[in-house]
Structure formats: C-alpha cells, structure tokens
C-alpha cells in the first residue's frame, strides 16, 4: 500500500487548507486512518484520526478547526484545516493503520506552512 498525500501550501492565519491522502493497493483490514504532524524541533502528534466506523478523534489543539473524513469508494482521507494558526506549521502525515498495528502505512509527508 502507497499512501500519496498532497494539499500542503503557504497560508496566512486564519486561512484554510485541505489535505488528501490516497492510498493506492488493498486497504482491506485497515481500521484507521489518521494525519498526525510534526514541526522543526518537536515529536510527531497525533492531529487526527477516524476509525472504520466512522468515529473521529482530535488533538485538543486542533478542536473545532479541523475536520477529518474519509471517502471509502477512493481509499482517501481527508483533513479540512480552518483558522490556521502559524503553530499549526509543519510537516503533515497520513497514516493507515490495522488492529494492533500489524498493517501500518505512512505517506510521504505535506508541508503546510502558515505566515502571520
């Protein structure tokens, strides 16, 4: 599985940016699909996930800004970011995962950069 993820940019705060990430190959087994990130000199977190049914999650930064979806016919996953703020600057993730991690996918990287 190849997971392509794309929809990174420059944006001044409280712009908007939508990222994608479709993944090519069989997802079967898949159970979630997730965007984390990771700014110059910080651990990678955790910004958003949604499980096969459909449940969501997000980092407490990123509350009420961001909304992950997922559209299941394209093997795609979605992170719409609104309110961007420059500490939302970093390189974006997506992630695909199984039940205990067995299967776990990562894409290349975005690179979303927001200028105050």
């Known amino acids: 599985v190849r997971l392509q993820a794309s929809g990174g940019g420059l944006v001044q705060a409280g712009g908007s940016l939508r990222l994608s990430c479709a993944a090519s190959g069989s997802i079967f087994g898949i159970n979630a699909m997730n965007w984390y990130r990771q700014a110059p000199g910080k651990q990678r977190e955790l910004v958003a996930g949604?499980?096969?049914?459909?449940?969501?999650d997000y980092a407490e930064s990123v509350k009420g800004r961001f909304t992950i979806s997922r559209d299941n016919a394209k093997n795609t996953v979605y992170l719409q970011m609104n309110m961007l703020k420059p500490e939302d600057t970093a390189v974006y993730y997506c992630?695909?995962?199984?039940?205990?991690?067995?299967?776990?996918?990562w894409g290349q990287g975005t690179l979303v950069t927001v200028s105050s």
């Open positions: 992630n695909f995962k199984s039940a205990f991690g067995i299967r776990d996918y």
């Open positions: 949604i499980k096969s049914g459909g449940n969501t």
